[in-house]
């Protein structure tokens, strides 16, 4: 019987990465990581499973696993905008934000479009500004 072997999803790496993505979208990270890490394990270059994968983690509070994911996603696909929007966002979490402006900026300089990319460009480059403000006072 499929799926009653020990608690191992049935399917596929693409049956985990649609029922994952499905999980994301309905907030649900840790399941999602669940699946999404099995698909990773499969497909390990697949770069809509990295996506998934460094979404799933940043939902489930893993923002330094979400970091090295999307950092990987960058270095395979240095031209994908999410990619650097993820890192972006996991850097920020995890206050490193010259680092996070950085490829927020990419980003954003690559779909200029995305709101949410310029949203989170000016949150990151307010705070640094005022991080830096405070210290000169």
Known sequence: ???STGGA???????WLQRGLRLLDSGDGFAALVLLERAAREH???????????RAQYQAGQPEAAAQTF???????P??????????VAL?????????VEHLALATA???DRSEYQDRLRQARATLR????????
């Open 92 to 100: 920020t979490r995890l206050d490193r934000l010259d680092e996070a």
């Open 71 to 77: 950092s990987d996603l960058v270095a395979a696909s």
């Open 1 to 3: 019987m499929a799926g």
């Open 44 to 54: 390990p270059g697949s770069a809509s499973v990295l996506e998934a994968l460094g």
């Open 79 to 88: 031209d994908a905008d999410y990619a650097h929007f993820g890192l972006g």
């Open 9 to 15: 999803p049935s399917g596929g790496a693409y049956e």
């Open 130 to 137: 005022a991080r830096r403000e405070a210290g000169r006072g």
């Open 110 to 112: 690559m779909r200029p």
